[in-house]
Each structure stands twice: as structure tokens, then as C-alpha cells.
T-cell receptor, first 111, second 112 residues
């Protein structure tokens, strides 16, 4: 069974640009959550999608948005990038009731 | 509000030393408790879990016991190896929606 796949693995963007990250969950998992991990703030929850609907949301500005498609794949978008958005972005998928499985993450560097 | 407090890192030990990483939680109700591990350059992997009081989770020589009376879930290993060097995250979830509440993570460095 394939794991959670995040693309791309690494990304370099310039301040002010926007970026879209992708996450393909484990087959059969309908929930996808996104996290931001930085050395200073640790692991912070961004949002969770379930069956194409945002179910939970963390405390991030509106520049951070996401969506989920009918095949459960999810994308996360960050607009007007700031230097502080440099982080490892992790995606986790889980079934209706069960444990979260994480992808390897996308390392975003904003210059 | 709900939260997890973990021992601050980094924790630096010599190979074969005894490891304890403390974790306490604040939650309304009785959550399921987890330890996740993140090896360098990787995502998080579930290390072990416990779903009710006095349960002991174990995996790869690591153990943690769900202590309801002290709201704790300390991670222990009797003899660490260099390959255990990683960041360890304590987390919990209420069964109703399984949204995970995370600790800040503890970086573990094992020296040969």
C-alpha cells in the first residue's frame, strides 16, 4: 500500500510569490491534514479536510488556504509569501477513524 | 485549553544510556496518547500509542505508559542507539474526531 505522497519535496520561492503544494493520501483515507513545522514554532496545525470540506482550521492568516478533491488528494496554497513562511509542510492522512500517517513533507524556502 | 507539554531538548546521551522524555497533557476527558518520531529529513512516523489508562505502548524498544492520575505519557528506552537520534513528538487525540494535539517535540542526540 503506497504511503502519503507529497510533491514537490523541495521548493524555493521569492517573497510575494504564491505556492501550491500537493498531497496524495493513502488509498481509502478521506481525511487530509496539513501542518507547518519550523524550528521556532514546532509543529502547527493548519487545517484538515474531509470529503472535500474543511473540517478544522488552525490559527493561520487567510494567505494559507487549501482544498480537497473528490479523489481525496489535497492542495495547500500560500499567497504573498513571506520569509517567515519558510518551513517544512507536512501532510497527514487518516481513515474515518484511525491513526494519522504522514508524508515526507515539502521543504519550502522563501528568499 | 487542550495542550501537551514535552521536555525541552536537545537531549544528548551516550549510546546504551537510559532514555526518558517527559510528556504531560491537559485534556477534557480521556484521550488516546501517541508518540511520533521524525528522523532527519523525513516526515513523522507513529512510534507507539495507548488508548486507555494504564495501557503500555511499546515499539522498537521504546515504551510509554498511560498514567491518568498524573496525566503523563513519558517515553522510555533502556539502551539507546545512535540510530535513535531523531525528534520525538508526544500527542493526544480525543476519540470523537481524532484531531491530534501536539507537543513541541524533543530532539534526541545519541553520541557513539
Amino acid at each position: 500500500k503506497a504511503g502519503v505522497t507529497q510533491t514537490p519535496r523541495y521548493l524555493i520561492k521569492t517573497r510575494g510569490q504564491q505556492v501550491t503544494l500537493s498531497c496524495s493520501p493513502i488509498s481509502g483515507h478521506r481525511s487530509v491534514s496539513w501542518y507547518q513545522q519550523t524550528p521556532g514554532q514546532g509543529l502547527q496545525f493548519l487545517f484538515e479536510y474531509f470529503s472535500e470540506t474543511q473540517r478544522n482550521k488552525g490559527n493561520f492568516p487567510g494567505r494559507f488556504s487549501g482544498r480537497q478533491f473528490s479523489n481525496s488528494r489535497s492542495e495547500m496554497n500560500v499567497s504573498t509569501l513571506e520569509l517567515g513562511d519558510s518551513a517544512l509542510y507536512l501532510c497527514a492522512s487518516r481513515p474515518l477513524v484511525g491513526l494519522a500517517f504522514f508524508g515526507q513533507g515539502t521543504r519550502l524556502t522563501v528568499v | 485549553g487542550d495542550s501537551v507539554t514535552q521536555m525541552e531538548g536537545p537531549v544528548t546521551l551516550s549510546e546504551e544510556a537510559f532514555l526518558t522524555i517527559n510528556c504531560t497533557y491537559t485534556a477534557t476527558g480521556y484521550p488516546s496518547l501517541f508518540w511520533y518520531v521524525q528522523y532527519p529529513g523525513e516526515g513523522l512516523q507513529l512510534l507507539l500509542k495507548a488508548t486507555k489508562a494504564d495501557d503500555k505502548g511499546s515499539n522498537k524498544g521504546f515504551e510509554a505508559t498511560y498514567r491518568k492520575e498524573t496525566t503523563s505519557f513519558h517515553l522510555e528506552k533502556g539502551s539507546v542507539q545512535v540510530s535513535d537520534s531523531a525528534v520525538y513528538f508526544c500527542a493526544f487525540a480525543m476519540d470523537s474526531n481524532y484531531q491530534l494535539i501536539w507537543g513541541a517535540g524533543t530532539k534526541l542526540i545519541i553520541k557513539p
